[in-house]
């Protein structure tokens, strides 16, 4: 796009130069062509350009979102997106969680902030061109029956309206049940929300194949 708008400048500061002196002759007649064949490749060249970096993205529509602090959910995203070929983004805190910060029915910080219906834990870092993805498929931890409040951060971040959602979570014992409930009321009526599921720590990359299989997201 820089090179269109530098070749359009270019070629219109020449017409008007030109314009401004007498009939172009012969010799400014030959470069007022050279110019006009110079603009017309550029926009090709751009074009090209353009049209394989929007085939590029088509590509990679799936993206696969996560949440972990003690490592279950993590190799579950990875096969996830590894199935599907998805690119894959880990949520990170921006004030990560200690071992204290996890120890739940202590009043730690992360009971504190399960209990704080305004707890938006900040994230570091952002998803570049949210816009090229069509389905999020979002992984967590049930903390307190719920989904970490560092979840709520992420789907309160990005326009998310068209796509289409899909919440797995991990956990000790408990399963989705309103965690993903609350997450989709977050979100706008446009959102597709499929169903979620929940995987215990032992889950193979089969599983997630399964898994996958069934919520056929083509
Ligand atoms: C603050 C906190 C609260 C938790 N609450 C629950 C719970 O309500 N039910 C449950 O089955 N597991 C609970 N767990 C266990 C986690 O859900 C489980 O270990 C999860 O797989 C951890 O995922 P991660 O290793 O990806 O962080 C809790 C863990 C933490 C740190």
């Known amino acids: 796009m820089k090179n269109i708008i530098g070749a359009i400048i270019s070629f219109v500061m020449f017409v008007t130069m030109t314009a401004c002196g007498n009939v172009p002759n012969e010799e ?20 090209t350009e353009w049209s394989e ?11 696969v979102v996560y949440f972990s602090c003690t490592g279950t959910t993590e190799p579950l995203a990875k096969y996830a997106a590894e199935i599907l070929g998805a690119d894959i983004y880990e949520i990170v805190p921006e004030k990560p969680y200690t071992e204290a910060d996890l120890a739940y029915y202590t009043d730690c910080r992360a009971d504190r902030e399960q209990n704080d219906p305004q707890a938006r834990p900040a994230i570091s870092g952002s998803v570049e061109n949210m816009d090229n993805y069509d389905t999020i498929i979002i992984g967590y931890p049930i903390w307190h029956g719920q989904a970490p409040k560092i ?10 309206s068209n796509k289409t959602i899909v919440p797995f979570c991990t956990s000790h014992s408990s399963s989705i049940g309103s965690s993903a409930d609350n997450l989709h009321l977050l979100c706008d009526d446009s ?15 089969n599983e997630i194949q399964k898994w996958i299989d069934y ?3 083509n």
Do not use: C, H, P
């Open 151 to 160: 979840i709520y951060t992420f789907l309160e971040s990005y326009d998310f």
């Open 215 to 217: 919520i056929d997201l």
């Open 191 to 205: 959102v597709t929300w499929l169903e979620g599921k929940r995987f215990g720590g032992d889950t193979s990359k």
């Open 28 to 47: 400014m007649q030959i470069e007022i062509s050279e110019a006009v064949n110079n603009l017309k490749k550029t926009v090709s060249e751009s074009d």
């Open 53 to 63: 970096n929007t085939e590029g993205n088509m590509n990679t529509k799936t993206l």
